[in-house]
């Protein structure tokens, strides 16, 4: 079962498709332009730790925000991806940051992701 994952910058969204059986299930997701950018980066280095800092210079670029809106903006990422399917998870690294994975049972699957 392959899963089509492309990013759309101008309409700032996440178009997946997955495909079963002989059937192609779209799904689109509208996200926030910090969300957007945020997953970007986690997407662009699945499985790799990324600190607070960086994902913080990459989702609000050139401005100072509270120290509450990136957990908050990875909660709504979260709720969002879930809505869609359970293939990604977002992990928190205590102390440090966070870290996109491919969920246990979609190891095996194709995922391709386009920028």
């Not at 997955?18 to 662009?44: C, D, G, I, N, Q």
């Not at 925000?65 to 690294?93: Q, Y």
Request: aromatic letters at 10%; one cysteine or more.
């Amino acid at each position: 079962m392959p899963i089509n994952i492309e990013f759309h910058a101008g309409s700032l969204a996440l178009v997946i498709e997955k495909r079963h059986k002989k059937k192609t299930e779209p799904f689109s997701l509208t996200l926030t332009r910090s969300e957007f950018l945020v997953l970007k980066e986690l997407a662009s280095n699945c499985g790799k730790h990324l600190s607070k800092e960086h994902l913080f210079r990459i989702g609000w670029p050139d401005s100072y925000v509270g120290s509450n809106s990136l957990p908050m903006t990875i909660m709504s990422l979260r709720k969002k991806l879930h809505l869609v399917g359970d293939f990604w998870e977002i992990s928190t690294i205590q102390r440090h940051g966070y870290s996109l994975n491919v969920a246990m049972y979609y190891r095996q699957t194709k995922i391709k992701v386009t920028f």
